[in-house]
């Protein structure tokens, strides 16, 4: 099915003011579920389509509080979809936007806790690490409220502690971080394991360029990629391509956007890379 004529079907459906809400839902996901076998990117974006159309009916025709859940549900299949397309911007489009109906209030707890960890998972897939911090510090905060808070979050509570060390004006949302939510977060933890993650804060088995975590990183990584992308579309990935890929990258970074970065290599001088 065309793009075109999809769109067309979905608007139709979704537009269908004397049909429930439920049943417009309803009657888009079969609608998905019986298209003709598509390519994998085109069936995905596809589902992006639905799952953006009916996101868009909700926030216009339903009350907040009594669509929170049918939304959170559509918000984590559309940051999982856009992740599979590798089409990562608007992943922190839909972090910022789930925050905020944490924040606010708006959802109960059993549907945050069913889709709200899928969403930071997908966030985490992405460069957007303020994103994730951001709504991670939410959930927890939430979690925290609603006498939530366990072992069954401690992974996620490390990696928010260790973005509150390593990103740029991590701590400007810390208006959400009470003293108490931060006696909750590390009473997870032993005193080792807590000055393991002071001592030790990066994400991942190697270190990082500090200026990863910047704001300024977030905005540019994705254009810098498609560059690079483009002038190694067709380059042999042999041993020792790493090291090549590198240094253009390191070069434009400086030429084009000012920016001094560090490989991994340089980051990592003991590690061996091929």
């Not at 067309?8 to 839902?25: L, P």
């Not at 998905?32 to 025709?61: H, V």
């Not at 253009?248 to 340089?266: F, H, N, V």
């Amino acid at each position: 099915m065309h793009k075109k004529d999809l769109k067309a079907k979905i608007e139709a459906i979704v537009s269908d003011s004397s049909d429930s809400i439920e049943n417009r839902i309803d009657r888009v996901i079969t609608m998905r579920e019986e298209m003709e076998e598509m390519e994998k990117d085109e069936m995905l974006e596809a589902d992006a389509m639905c799952f953006s159309s009916l996101i868009e009916m909700l926030e216009k025709e339903y009350a907040t509080k009594s669509n929170a859940s049918d939304l959170l549900e559509l918000y984590a299949l559309l940051a999982e979809t856009y992740v599979e397309l590798n089409d990562f911007p608007p992943v922190k489009d839909i972090a910022y936007t789930v925050r905020e109906i944490i924040r606010c209030e708006e959802a109960p707890w059993d549907a945050l806790e069913e889709t709200v960890p899928r969403i930071i998972d997908a966030v985490n897939d992405t460069v957007y690490n303020h994103a994730s911090y951001d709504l991670t510090l939410m959930f927890l905060r939430k979690a925290f409220q609603m006498g939530k808070l366990n072992e069954d979050l401690k992974g996620r509570a490390r990696r928010l502690l260790k973005l509150r060390i390593l990103l740029e004006d991590a701590r400007y949302y810390d208006s959400f971080f009470s003293k108490e939510l931060q006696d909750a977060i590390a009473g997870l933890f032993t005193s080792q394991e807590l000055m393991k993650i002071i001592m030790e804060p990066g994400i991942g088995h190697l270190r990082c360029d500090p200026v990863e975590y910047t704001f300024r990183w977030e905005d540019i990584y994705y254009d810098v990629k498609r560059r690079l992308d483009e002038r190694f579309a067709n380059a042999p990935r042999h041993m020792g391509f790493c090291f090549k890929y590198w240094n253009a990258k390191r070069e434009l970074l400086k030429e084009e956007y000012g920016i001094d970065w560090k490989s991994p290599s340089q980051m990592n001088p003991r590690v061996r890379f091929d």
